[in-house]
Every structure is written in C-alpha cells, then in structure tokens.
C-alpha cells in the first residue's frame, strides 16, 4: 500500500473532505476544508473526486515523504513547496518519485494550503467524513492535527491523465480570495442600530490571533445591539458574524459551534465562505452588504466557473 | 398547545432558514421544535443539508444551489401543518452520576451564597428535579437542560473560563447541562460526572438524546474514583 510518511507536520495539518453536515441535531458541525474552492480544484487536479480527503496545512507547511510515490498537486495558499530541491509549482499536479520528500514551507500569501494526492488520503470515516473535528478529537487521523512519524495511507490509485494538468490563471484570478468579504443580513441585524451598521460597513477589521477552524475573532470598531434584546440560545448558520459583549466581532467557522446566544449583525455569503479560510491573524477585511439574490448569483456564478474546468 | 402560535421564517444567511416558534422558551415551543426536527429527519426534504434545533427555534441549512428561502418555506409550511401527528420516540429516563462541590464544582459555593442557601441545599435541589433534554448543541453531545428550580437560575460568569473540563455540570440562566469536552465556557460550573456525554460508537451517540427525562444523582469523590475507573 501506498503511503505518506509524516518527517514534519507543519504547524497544524489535518486530514479534510467536504465534512459531515446532517448531525446538527447532536451538537456535531460539519467540519471540512476550510477553503472547499482549493480542495475541490487539488482534486480535480489529480484526477480524484472533488471531495476527497487531502491534507489541509495551515501557515506553515512540513515534510511529507512518499516511499512509492505519488501523483499530487498544491492549492490554495503559496507554502514555497519543493520536492528534491526543485521547486513545485501551485495548481499544478506533477509526480513524486518513489522515495522523493515534498517540503512545503511556510506560507508567502494566505492561512492555508492543501495537498492533494491521487487516490486521496485513506482513513477511517467517521459519520461519513474523513474530516478531523479537533475538538471532539473523531474523524481525520486519530482524531487529530498530524505529528512527526505518523504514517498515512494513501487510497487506491485511479487512472491518471498522463498529461500535465493545472488550472489557468485566468480561472484563478477570478476565484481569487478576498479580502472585501460580502455578506448578507444576519438573523439580529436589525438589532444593531442604523450608526453601528454604519460602523460595521464601514470599517477595517484585523484578524486576531484567536483564528481557527472554530470561528475568527475580529478587533476593530466595536459594534453594539441595543441594550435589552433578550437573545434566546439558536442555531448559528455557517459564517454568522456575531457580537458580543465588548463589539468586536467574530465570525464562525467550518468547525463552528452549532447554536449560540449572541446577536449576529451578518453573514458571509456562501461564495466567500473559502476566503475566509485563507485569512490569517493580522489580515485585514472589510465587509460589504448584498441582499439574497445577490449572494444566490454570486454563488452560481462561482460553481459554473468550477464547473467548467476540465 | 397553541396551534395559532405563529411560526415565523427568517432567512439567516443565504444557506440557511430559521424556523421560529415564539420568542420565549415554553415547553410547549420546544415541543414543536422538536416535533418539527423530527418530521424532517423522518421524511427528508432533498435540499436540506442540516438541521440546528435550539429552545423554540429551528435552523435548517439548505443547498443554495437547489433551492431558495421562499420555496423551502412552502415546503417547510407543509411540515409545520402536519407535524402533531408524527410519531415521537418515548423519551428515556437517563441518571448522571454528580460529584458536587469542590475542586469539581468550584462555583458552588458562590452559586449557593448568591442564593442566600448552603452549598448542600444547592446541590441537594439542583438533584432533586427531572429536566428535560430541550436540544443538542453548541459542541458534540451537550444537551441543553430545562427546568432549572428558579432559585438556582444564575448569570453566566463575567468571563468565561480557557479551559472547562470535561464532564463539568453548569449553570447558566435558567439552564443546565454537562460539558461533553474540554472546551471555553462562562456557564457556573457546581460539579463534575465521571461518565462520557458524546458516545460516538453507541447508537444515540450521546448519553443524552433530544427528549430525555434527565436527573443527576449526587456521588462521593470516592464514588466519583471508581466510576472514572470504570468508564476509561
């Protein structure tokens, strides 16, 4: 069998899919690639469904050794890869030799880079997923981020294309990441008065530290609701951007808590849901506001793009 | 139950519709909420992705792709009409053993001095009720607790704890609930189970399902030991 062998895992590198949505019921999020645009387009790269499990490295790749070798392609962010010296490039699927060593460094643009190998990367499901949720520690390898010395096997090969594949720039700018992030009203919106809209729309927002696949905290202009919204516990939609106490927001993310109990003054819109997965602490964003058939547009405009790769 | 209560759609993001029933926790809105999840995961809408319940509230994630928020609702409508005749499982009785108090429960003490009673009777009345198992969120397995006495509803703390171990029994407002993991949390913790919450390998895959009659009963640290013990 096929496998990859883990001499460094980078800062923080997790097995992902597309996720396990159905299970809000039990509290479970759906996980999965944090920039799905990135994951779909590595596997159709390396002739894999667009769903397939691959390694998701985020700001800082490692040293992954291949004994027999493998096809496989890097998107996303620009980690610096190399394989024996020679430099790979990103959205590009190319071969590793038997016993070759792919080291990917630390990343030169966004939060995230994945790799993505032909066959995909085989673990057990759980709930149907071969994501990593670490916060419950299932799914993914063991449950957790990768460490030195773990060994990854690699599913059955499928037939390969035998010609250099890799996706045009012109496709790429237009699925660039953004940092001008769009969103549509969220469920309290109308809790936030008229002036703290305002603030919000019209202000920059730094990522902060505190950003994982759990959700994004924000420092900038605070925003405040009115004073005395009883806020009732509700489920929280995936890219809600909610406000505490204190007005810094935070948006919620792919391994996100699944109800919560702060007004949320808007939502990132399906499309721009892969962007968020490229910020990294110190980023910058702003937010601008479309209505739901701006972001309904935007989102099928965004699949026919994807879709007509081939 | 109040048929004529309204039930109100409100898109939450261009992915996701939230289905209300009032805007205040009664069991009766919880009993629709429920009735309503269930109905969708007995005969499934296509276009669903997910389903958040909450107290009397419903998020359903949908394909932005497949369908929009008004045709979903003219669906979701059909379900609201004809969701009191769907069959609901029989609720299960299910007991968590507590360790109260001490380093366990390190709020407890504060809780029951904030209520003007000794930490005992605190503990003693929080064991003394059968709550109901409103919903399953936030993180895997917690289940949100109804039915808190009144004399025992908290604030939640000012700031919230890094870390809270898992197992740790809370209070927050009018409600309870066990952490399942370690994770952040600002709800008054007053004591601690040593049995798992989220069970992914059993068929519920949670001590506590949506539904359940619920009940703590007070243990000893010595206890406390040799369940831990049993349970690794």
Redesign the interface.
């Known amino acids: 069998m096929r496998v990859i062998r883990v001499e460094s895992p980078g800062l923080f590198t997790t097995v992902q899919d597309f996720g396990r ?8 999020s ?1 996980s999965g690639a944090a920039d799905s645009v990135a994951l779909r387009l590595g596997n159709r790269l390396v002739d894999n469904p667009e769903g397939a499990a691959a390694l998701e490295m985020t700001l800082r790749g490692g040293a992954f050794e291949f004994p027999k070798g493998a096809r496989a392609a890097l998107t996303g962010s620009d980690f610096g890869a190399t394989v024996n010296g020679s430099a790979i490039p990103l959205w590009t699927a190319f071969d590793i030799r038997p016993g070759g060593t792919l080291l990917i460094g630390p990343t030169r643009s966004g939060a995230r880079c994945y790799l993505c190998v032909n066959g995909g990367i085989a673990v057990e499901t ?2 149907g997923s071969a994501s990593t ?1 670490v ?4 799914g993914g390898f063991n449950g957790r981020p990768l460490r030195k010395g773990d060994v990854l096997h690699i599913g059955p090969a499928t037939s390969v294309t035998p010609r250099e594949r890799s996706i045009p720039a012109e496709l790429l700018a237009r699925l660039a990441p953004r940092t001008l992030l769009r969103v ?4 309290q919106s109308d809790w936030f008065p008229e002036t703290s809209r305002r603030v919000f729309y019209n202000s920059v927002y730094r990522v902060t530290e505190e950003a994982n696949r759990m959700g994004l905290r924000l420092e900038g202009a605070a925003v405040a609701a009115r004073s005395g919204g009883q806020m ?9 951007i909610q406000v505490p106490a204190g007005g810094q927001p935070i948006i919620l993310f792919v391994e996100q ?4 109990g702060y007004p ?1 003054i808007a ?4 499309a721009d849901l892969f962007s968020v997965g490229q910020l990294r602490p110190r980023d910058e964003v702003r937010f601008e506001h479309v209505d ?1 058939d701006t ?2 547009r935007l ?2 405009a965004q ?1 026919e793009l994807i879709r007509a790769l081939h | 139950m109040a048929d004529s209560d309204p039930v109100c759609f409100q898109p939450a993001s261009d992915q996701s519709l939230l289905v209300s029933f009032g805007s205040e926790i009664t069991p009766a809105a919880n009993d629709r909420v429920r009735r309503l999840l269930r109905l969708l995961q007995l005969d499934r809408v296509p276009a669903v992705m997910n389903l958040h319940p909450a107290y009397c509230s419903l998020l359903v994630r949908f394909d932005a792709l497949v369908i929009g928020h008004e045709e979903l609702e003219t669906i979701l409508r059909t379900y609201v009409a004809r969701m009191e005749e769907v069959p609901m499982p029989e609720h299960r009785e299910v007991e968590i053993p507590v360790c109260y108090g001490g380093e366990f429960g390190p709020d407890l003490d504060e809780l029951a001095a904030m209520h003007g009673m000794s930490p005992d009777d605190a503990a003693a009345l929080h064991a003394s009720v059968m709550y109901t198992a409103c919903f399953l969120g936030f993180v895997p397995g917690f289940a949100y607790l109804g039915g808190l006495p009144e004399s025992l509803a908290t604030p939640r703390l000012a700031t919230p704890r890094r870390r809270v171990p898992a197992g740790s029994v809370g209070i927050a407002g009018n409600q309870t609930g066990v952490y399942p993991h370690s994770t952040a949390g600002g709800w008054r913790l007053i004591g601690r189970t040593p049995v798992a919450m989220f069970r992914p390998a059993e068929c519920h895959m949670s001590l506590i399902a949506i539904g359940d009659r619920v009940s703590f009963r007070p243990i000893t640290v010595g206890e406390f030991a040799k369940l831990s013990d049993t349970c690794a």
């Open positions: 949505p159905g299970f809000g019921p039990l509290g479970v759906a759980f709930l949720h916060l419950s520690g299932l549509t009203d969220g469920p009732i516990t509700e489920g929280v939609a995936l890219g809600a808590q699944t109800t919560g949320k939502n990132v819109i399906a739901f972001a309904r989102l099928v699949e």
